[in-house]
């Protein structure tokens, strides 16, 4: 055995000790999961909630804060959200309800927020996702509110105002679509389907590289692939792991018009979510049609130091030329400061709607 081999040996030895090591400790913090769900189930208690996301934030924060190893800290997060995400499925399994089929953008944020070992489930609108959650058939939704090219997606704000659902996580994705095909070269395509969204993403690259082909928008990116599958003179826009998925060609990479891409997903479900220490508040507010109204609301947080993330307004469905604005102000409903400016806003408000509080995402 050359030296070369002797020290592979060795350091492929320590390897497999501390391997073994992990594997011990993981097994003890599944253990430790399930003592958690012995006790919320204790007296038959139907109503115990398991996923708490405020108290992975806290997890994923102190883990990126105390990392000193060669891994990057998001790298290190990722691996225990998959192992949090192990754990959780011991206690209950999560029921999670997105824009499908599988292999979309909302996916692949269903997977970020909450790791590999939650269960799926892919329906045809948003519109879905919110109601099968509303009906129970899901535990939480995720659906896209905001892209940072193509602005706010409209059909999550209409139902954002009607739902009786809260708002309990956000999760951002870089997006980075892909032109997908049975085809081997972009000549013999004469249609582009793809969410309308990813057109719009994509409008300035498909006039430059394809200016003869038909746009189809349809209900999402994953559904275009399908479509794809089935006619090689249809292109796709949708993602890499949908290329995987439906196998196909990606005849060209990164199309997006903006390099720095993405959408921003919330989490929806039935239950408040607590304060991790570091949040975010949603809602939406409308007020009567007088000189300095919006400024109005807008110094109840401004002259309490709270600042404020977002403002996005929109036209009424109830009476024309009325706005209703979606603000995002960082801090918890729960805290002083905030309770007191919430409270402020409602009292001048026309409609007052609090969406949620949640954590500001650690990945």
Known sequence: MTTEQMQLTEIRNQIDTIDAQIQDLIGQRAACAQKVADIKTQGDNVDAVFYRPEREAQVLRAVKARNTSLLPDEEMAKLFREIMSACLALEQPTTVAYLGPEGSYSHASVIKQFGSSVHSIAVSTIEEVFEAVEKGDASYGMVPVENSS??????????????????????????????????????????????????????????????????????????????????????????????????????????????????????????????????????????????????????????????????????????????????????????????QALAEVKSKSAFFKLLGSFPVSPL
């Open 150 to 339: 193509e602005g706010v997606v409209k059909s999550t704000q209409n139902a954002l105002v009607t739902t009786d659902l809260k708002v309990s996580g956000e999760v951002a994705l870089e997006i980075h679509h892909c032109l997908l095909s049975k085809s081997k070269t972009v000549e013999n395509i004469h249609k582009i389907v793809a969410h309308q969204q990813a057109l719009g993403q994509c409008e300035q690259w498909i006039k430059n590289n394809l200016p003869w082909a038909e746009i189809e928008a349809v209900a999402s990116n994953a559904l275009a692939a399908k479509m794809a599958k089935t006619d090689s003179a249809v292109a796709a826009i949708a993602s890499e792991q949908a290329a995987q998925l439906y196998q196909l060609n990606i005849l060209e990479s990164h199309i997006e018009d903006q390099s720095d891409n993405s959408t921003k997903f919330w989490v929806v479900g039935r239950d408040a979510t607590q304060s991790s220490g570091e949040d975010k508040t949603a809602m939406i507010v409308s007020m009567k049609n007088q000189s300095g109204a919006l400024l109005d609301i807008l110094s109840c947080f401004s002259s309490r130091g709270i600042n404020m993330t977002r403002i996005i307004s929109r036209p009424s469905l109830d009476t024309t030329w009325d706005y209703q604005f979606f603000i995002d102000v960082m801090g918890h409903q729960e805290d002083e400061n905030l309770k």
